[in-house]
Structures are given as C-alpha cells and as structure tokens.
C-alpha cells in the first residue's frame, strides 16, 4: 500500500543511536584522552551517588564541567542551527538559504559584540537585572533587526521576492559585519580577542548555565516550527496554491521567521558565528528521503547535532593541544558544497533564463 | 450557488475587472474567455478569494466569502492552476495527499487515504504512485495537481467549486481532453465548475456556458453555444473566423482566417 507513511522510523534510529555514541566518543576525546572505564566509573558514581575509590578527580571534573556541556552545546546548537536551515529553504522555497544569507547570524553577533564591548559600562550596568540573558537578549535584537531589515527589503505587495532577499541579506551582512570589526577595533585588548575568535564560533566557554539556556530555546523553537510542517509542505506549490489550501501564508512566514530568528540568535550569542551547517544539513537529509518537512526537521535536529559535534571533536584534536574555531572546519567543508549546490541550481534553471 | 454582484478592482485608476454580476449553477461548466489582459484571471482569483481588494460581493451559498475560516472554504473549494514550479524533491503521493490537508490536522485519516486512493484511480494515475514529481511530464504532473485538487474537493454532501486557470495551455491535445473533460465530469455531480481557457473550440466542446470578457467588462454570456457568432469572435479576439458546424458535437466550431 502507497500512501503509508513512509519509513522514517528506521532513519530516526540509525541517527540518534550515532549520536549517542558520538556524544561519549566526543567527551572523552580532546587534549587530554578520558578512558571509557573512567567515563563509566564516573556515571556511575554520579547515578548512584557512590564515592569511587581511586578515581581521578581533575578528569571528573573536566568531564562533567568541560567536556559534556561542550557535547551537549555542541549537540544543541547543530540542531538549532540545521532545523533553521531545513525551515528557511522550506519557507522561501529555495535550496541556497541559510541564516546566514539573510542576516540573522550576522545580527546576532553585532548585537552579541555591542555586550562584549560596552557590557560593562555604566550607561548599560543598568540592564544588569537581565543578568545572564543580557547577552542572549542583546543578540536577538540585532537578529530581529536585522532579519526584519531583509524581509521587508525583500517583500512588496505580500509577496517574498528571493534575489532581493538574497542581495539585501549580503548588504546587511556586510554592514552587521562593519559593525561587529569597529566594535573589535575601538575594543580593549582581551575583548577584541574574544570577538574575533567568537566570529569564527567556539564552543570552548560551553557551561552547563549557557548550555541549559540554549537547550531550552531550541527544544521550544524546534517544538513549535514542527507544528507547522504541513503549512510548509503545502507552501511547495506556491504561495498562492498553499493559500488555496486553508494556509494563512503571510501569518506563516512572520511567525516561523521570528521564532527562526530567536532559535539562531540565542545560539550565536553563546557560540559565535558558524555558517553552512544550516546550509549542508537539510540537503543531505533531502538525498535519503525526500523532502517531507516533518522528516527534514525531525532529521536536522539529529543529523545537525551529529556532524556538530563531529566537527568539534576535529576542531579539538587537529592541532592538539591547541584548539581551531569550528567555523574554519564548518566553512571549508560546507562552502564547497554550497558552490556545488549553486552550480546544480544554475544548471536546473539555465532553460528558463535567471539573470540577477 | 456562486453569486458575484457589483465585482470591480481597480489599482489606482486602472480597473483590471469592472462591474461584473454572474450567477453560476451547480452541475454548470462555465468557461471564462478573452484576450491576454481582460481580466479573466483577475476575476477567477476575486471568486476563488485569493485576492484582497476587490469591490462588491462574492457569495458561496448564499453566505459572504469573506466570513468564511479559510480551512471551511478550503473543503469548498480548490483552484487548479496553470504550472506549478516545485523547488525540491516530492513524489506523487505526497502531492496528492496535500488535497486532503484541510481535512486533517496532523496525520491523515484512513478516509483520507481511501479518498486519495479512489482519485488516483478514477484520473487513471495509479501508474504514478511513488514517482518523483520532477520526473513527470507536463501533463502527468497536471494530472496529478488534479488529483489533488478532487481530493481536497471529494464530499459532495454540499455543492462544491471547482476553479481552472488555464489548465490546458501547455499540454498537448490528448492531456487537455483528459483534463476537461474531466472537469465536465465534475461538473456533472452537482459541483460548479469555473474555468479559463484560451481555446475557443476546446470551450465549445466541453463548456455549457462561455462568457466573453473584454477590457474588464463582460461582453458577451452565450448560455446557448449556438448564438456564437463571427461577430463576438472579431470582436472580443479581434480575429477573423467562420463558424461551422462540427459534426462529432453538434456545436459550433470556429476555424480561422489568415492573418
């Protein structure tokens, strides 16, 4: 019988079964190697509430306050990250977007950097009752800001026009980025240091504080973008077809953007900018099993938190002791991929002439 | 019953459809016609309810479009249109299924499978189960929008409207036979049925009515195909024709003189 629901079930395993195991293969993987018996022992000990004789305490402690929030973070964040691809692509109906493209990781990190620099003066302590969400805060403002800047550059008579979309994203990118480099640049020393290693996305200041924050807002996000699954596939036909339907599509868009916007700024805020993922994520998930947006988002979430954390590892042992932004491995994997991506799409449309 | 009354648009002081009262009966196939930019689409959208705007009143069973749920006018009716250009990979089934999106919240019911089923059967499309969508050819694919547009409209416990935007006008003639004349079918069980078209003798063979649109206004309503004269053809195409009659309908047909 066609029409049964197809097999997801077996894909959905096979992928968090692999991230299961990656998550411990990870955590004991870095400068410093924890064995497996260690990991076990300190479970263990923690489940159960015994004291283990005999165990090495400084690798208890970078276990559990290093290197299994980073996982988690890392876990997360590739999610949130991928799950944000798989619905802007839906959304505007084009295999090239990707938060990056229109602005909103670029936002999120000028308005990050604006915390990193003037955070501490006096004219901003007073937002220090948002305590630990001030950062997180500051970056969905600029997200918003700047996402809403592109949209509505983009949108005219109701309709999303994608090349504007796509132009206005590279003239808010640039300035955000104008933005964040001036920030870096009137900034004292240690701050600059940090802004620019944070352009490139590190997980290296995971605890578990930001990790519980970031997880929280992306399980929501994720949680709430999979009720409009149906909405998103009925969009495939058109804006137009998807109204004819019963879909609200105006509603749609701004909704999924805004919550869009909140998932991938409250993860930039903590971990900096990390480009293509978003991108290479939902295309792979495409080639398995098509395109069902319930499957792609459910998909993006494990598949995004696997190669996440896949990478993170590599970012960790590749120049041992020392550690590379993950956005240098995520950008020389994923940029390629995007051109080839580019190059099949120009191919696909040559019959019908797309000059831009 | 579909009741358009005092239906104008207008963008600034252009007006794209002027003034425009139809009635359309259940069981009628009525085919709007008329020259690139007379407003056919124009007012096929304003009674399907895809464009805001508009002046004067479109009402479905006596009862103002407006004030319908959008998910309520869904189940009454659905709108086939002319190309659809879909950007990543679907199969069939799940096109079809889509019909059925107003009826279920999350996961489709078994009705809603049996009805998709019975569609792809009755369309003779069974043969595309499970085929990329991207791989069909112009007509399959347009069969298979159809499928999906009857199953969103399959009840017919109360009349419903069947829309065509030019359905037809990139297959070839044995897919725009198989098209209309499955809208005529429709029509058939009690369901309005509204279509633009552009070939003059494929209206004639499967329409009941024919209005001619000129300028925004209607021109001519031809409940009798057999008033059509070389006049209204000049007229509203400004083309010269003669008109015979065709033998295998009993109707006019239309052959053109050369320009």
């Keep these: 019988m066609i029409f049964k629901k197809a097999k997801y079930s077996t894909i959905y395993t096979v992928l968090s079964i692999i991230l299961v195991l990656l998550i411990i293969v990870a955590a004991r993987t870095g400068a410093v190697n924890i064995s497996y018996g260690e990991i076990y022992d300190f479970l263990y000990g923690k489940i159960c509430g015994v004291d283990i004789p005999g165990i090495n305490k400084v690798n208890e402690g970078l276990f559990y306050y290093i290197r299994l929030p980073r996982t988690f973070m890392c876990v997360v964040v590739g999610a949130g990250l991928s799950v944000s691809g798989a619905l802007m692509q839906s959304l505007f109906r084009n295999p090239i977007v990707e938060p990056g493209i229109i602005g909103t990781s670029a936002g999120a990190a000028f308005g990050a950097a604006f915390v990193f620099v003037f955070g501490k003066m006096d004219f901003l302590g007073r937002m220090a009752f948002f305590g630990d969400l001030f950062l997180p805060l500051a970056a969905f403002a600029g997200a918003f800001i700047a996402t809403m800047v592109v949209y509505k550059f983009s949108s005219s008579f109701g309709k999303v026009n994608i090349t504007t979309m796509i132009l206005a994203g590279m003239a808010v990118n640039a300035m955000a980025a104008g933005g964040t480099g001036f920030l870096a640049y009137i900034a004292r020393d240690p701050q600059a240091r940090s802004i620019t290693f944070w352009n490139l996305g590190t997980f290296s200041g995971a605890d578990w504080k930001s990790c519980t924050i970031v997880f929280v807002v992306t399980l929501f996000c994720i949680i709430f973008i999979m009720r409009y699954a149906k909405q998103l596939n009925a969009m495939q036909l058109g804006e137009t077809e998807a109204g004819y339907l019963g879909v609200n599509t105006e509603r749609t868009k701004i909704i999924l953007i805004i919550v869009n916007t909140l998932m991938v700024s409250i993860a930039t805020s903590f971990v900096g900018v990390i480009s293509f993922v978003g991108l290479v994520v939902p295309h792979l998930l495409r080639l398995m099993k098509g395109s069902d947006n319930r499957y792609l988002i459910i998909g993006s979430a494990l598949l995004g938190g696997i190669l996440m954390a896949a990478a993170d590892m590599l970012c960790r042992v590749i120049i041992a002791p020392a550690e590379m932004p993950i956005g240098i491995i995520t950008a020389f994997v994923g940029a390629p991929f995007f051109l080839w991506l580019l190059n099949r799409n120009l191919r696909a449309h040559r019959k019908e002439g797309f000059f831009a | ?259």
């Design chain 2, 1 to 259: 019953m579909l009741k358009a009354s005092n239906i104008s648009y207008n963008i600034k002081e252009k007006y794209l459809v002027k003034d425009i009262n139809l009635n359309f009966g259940e069981g009628q196939f009525t085919v709007i016609m008329g020259q690139n930019g007379a407003g056919k689409s124009t007012l096929l959208k304003i009674l399907a309810n895809s464009m805001k705007n508009s002046t004067g009143d479109v009402n479905y069973n006596n009862k103002d479009i407006h004030s319908y749920h959008a998910l309520e006018l869904a189940k009454l009716r659905a709108v086939l249109s002319q190309h659809y250009d879909i950007t990543f990979p679907i199969t069939v089934d799940d096109i079809v299924i889509m019909g059925r999106y107003p009826h279920f919240k999350s996961v489709p019911s078994h009705e809603d499978i049996k009805i998709c089923e019975e569609v792809m059967k009755q369309i003779n499309i069974e043969d595309l189960k499970g085929r990329e969508y991207g791989t069909l050819s112009g007509g399959e694919a347009q069969k298979v929008q159809m499928a999906r547009v009857l199953a969103q409209i399959w009840e017919k416990e109360t009349s419903k409207i069947l829309f065509l935007d030019e359905p037809v006008s990139n297959l070839d003639m044995k897919y725009q036979h198989q098209i209309l004349s499955m809208a005529q079918k429709i029509s058939r069980e009690n369901c309005i049925v509204i279509a633009v078209l552009h070939d003059i003798n494929l209206s004639l063979t499967y329409a009941d009515r024919i209005v001619f649109m000129k300028d925004g206004f209607i021109k001519y309503v031809l409940n009798d195909l057999k008033e059509l004269s070389e006049e209204i053809i000049l007229d509203i195409f400004n083309v010269k024709a003669k008109i015979i009659n065709n033998p295998f309908t009993d109707k006019p047909l239309v052959i053109y003189e050369k320009d």
